[in-house]
């Protein structure tokens, strides 16, 4: 179905994972892609072995050594091009994510987008790279702060955005100097493998070092070995909150530096102050976009009691149109989940949702028939719960929203969001000025990501992104997150005749 994508991206089935450095490397076992759109074989990828794994850090390793002291803006010049590349690329990386990963067709394009965003930022970024100068108690000194680049950052990325999240990490790495190694989901091994061939070819171009940025493909055993290198200065790791305890307990313990972007559990308020016709249209993309696979997609909606029978039927109605289907068709609005593991987690979490007396009033299941042979499709679903329920507490990565009725002021709306382990994304629906703004202070929402009148889902570049609490607390692409991926270091000079101490301490010989 996507033969000649695949040829656009200059790869194809003679040559997956033969090469080394700056593109792919394995010589271990054959890992096949299954499309969950009809479950037909895309291609195949040799994982990297242990050995394998030893040679791309020495090659990290030493093209760290070269790379740190170009320029930071011909480093950013690079990255330029890289982003160049990608919009020639777009339509065709864009259809490789929607049939590996199952997102829609235009999801997938605006996941290339966005690594065509952060490219961007990371290139005028490249320019602005800042320390502070600090005014010294000492006479006649010069203090301040600067940024040098930090070595290895290993780059572990889930399946449910497998070109993105490495485009926001691999673009601040190699603007701040650093090296790269990814591993990415063993679901979606051949969006990963057209991403390093791209960049493969922009960074020959410029004859950049060989091993600037390096693919192992593999599972949990490469992602350990990222883990416990301490030749690995920084983990960026996203995917469940299970493993991210796991990879936390080990980078932590040789004191390596993590970025943790792990599971959510998002919520939009609907206050009785709210615009329902905005409120419907982002409640229902955050619930059912990417088949509900987003970390910031919307699990929970708490509704006041006094719109709270307006706010259902609205949803209900809006639920029954939509199109479920094959994902490159633009007319069909949910694609399927990425496997029968994920819709056996749908299944199990139905069975659930009753056992504990929720009621569930847009009715779900697994499709199957013409088009959905792949057995990956199932229906969005809406359940009336408490926020208490076990599994209202835990990210179940399916198209399920629970519907949840608060009474009282915003406080208490406030209150049941907070109350889950989870802190990632979050979002109040209201008109109110004072609801607003008590959502968006020290009482308000506990998530990195708080938004008012827009969904919990759809995060800019311009922003950092990442949350609080089981979400890790790391922060990815704008602001200032590239501090993360250098090291701190303060700087004093004393162009005096003298060695005066600080705090007025004498030492004199």
């Known amino acids: 179905m996507i033969e000649n994508e695949l040829k656009g991206l200059g790869i194809s089935s003679d040559n997956f994972g033969t090469s080394t450095g700056s593109t792919w490397f394995g010589k271990g076992e054959t890992l096949n892609s299954y499309s969950p759109v009809d479950g037909k074989l895309i291609g195949s990828v040799k994982t990297s072995t242990k050995e394998d794994y030893e040679e791309v850090i020495q090659k990290a390793q030493k093209a760290f050594k070269e790379w740190r002291v170009i320029p930071a803006p011909k480093r950013g010049e ?98 701040c100097g650093d090296t790269v190694i990814w591993k990415p989901s063993e679901k979606t091994p051949l969006c990963a ?203 179940t990565f399916a198209p399920i929203l629970y519907l949840i009725k608060y009474s009282g002021d915003v406080l208490n709306a406030i209150d049941v969001q907070n109350n889950v382990a989870q802190g990632l994304s979050s979002s109040i629906m209201t008109n109110n000025l004072r609801e607003a703004e008590l959502f968006l202070s020290q009482q308000g929402s506990d998530c990195g990501i708080a938004n008012v009148n827009i969904g919990t889902s759809g995060a800019e570049i311009g922003g950092a992104f990442g949350g609080e609490k089981e979400t890790g607390g790391g922060r990815e692409s704008g602001s200032d997150a590239w501090k993360a991926y250098m090291r701190r270091q303060t700087n004093t000079i004393n162009y005096s005749t003298e060695v005066p101490l600080a705090q007025g301490i004498k030492f004199d010989f």
């Open 193 to 395: 493998v057209a991403c390093q061939h791209i960049l493969a070819e922009v960074l020959a171009k410029n004859n950049v070092p060989e091993g600037v940025s390096s693919l192992v493909v593999g599972d949990k055993v490469i992602g350990e070995l990222i883990s416990h290198d301490r030749r690995v200065a920084l983990v960026s790791a996203t995917g469940s909150t299970r493993m991210g305890i796991e990879v936390n307990k080990v980078v932590a313990a040789r004191l390596g530096k993590t970025i943790l972007e792990l599971g959510g559990n998002n919520a939009i308020i609907v206050t009785p102050d709210a615009d329902l016709k905005i409120m419907l249209t982002a409640a229902v993309f955050g619930a059912v976009g990417t088949a509900g696979q987003r970390c910031t997609t919307t699990r929970r909606l708490i509704v006041h009691e006094t719109i709270y029978d307006k706010v259902k039927e609205s949803l209900v109605n809006a639920y029954q149109q939509i199109k479920i289907g094959n994902p490159l068709d633009t007319a069909n609005h949910v694609g399927p989940l990425i496997d029968t593991h994920a819709v056996k987690m749908y299944t199990d979490a139905l069975v659930e949702i009753e056992k504990e007396g929720g009621k569930i009033i847009v009715e779900g299941g697994v499709l199957n028939g013409a088009g959905f042979e792949s057995g990956c499709y199932v229906k969005p679903v809406i359940a009336e719960v408490e926020n208490e329920f076990k599994i209202v507490q835990k990210e």
């Open 78 to 175: 690079v990255v330029r091009q890289f982003g160049d590349k990608l919009r020639e690329k777009k339509a065709d990386l864009g259809k490789l994510v929607s049939y590996e990963m199952g997102k829609s067709y235009q999801e997938g394009l605006g996941e290339v987008q966005e690594m065509i965003d952060i490219c961007d930022f990371a290139v005028g970024l490249s320019r602005q790279l800042y320390g502070a100068t600090i005014h010294s108690e000492r006479p006649l000194h010069r203090m301040y702060d600067q940024y040098h680049p930090l070595g290895v950052v290993g780059v572990i990325s889930a399946f449910n955005f497998p070109v993105a999240v490495w485009a926001w990490n691999t673009c601040l790495a190699l603007i």
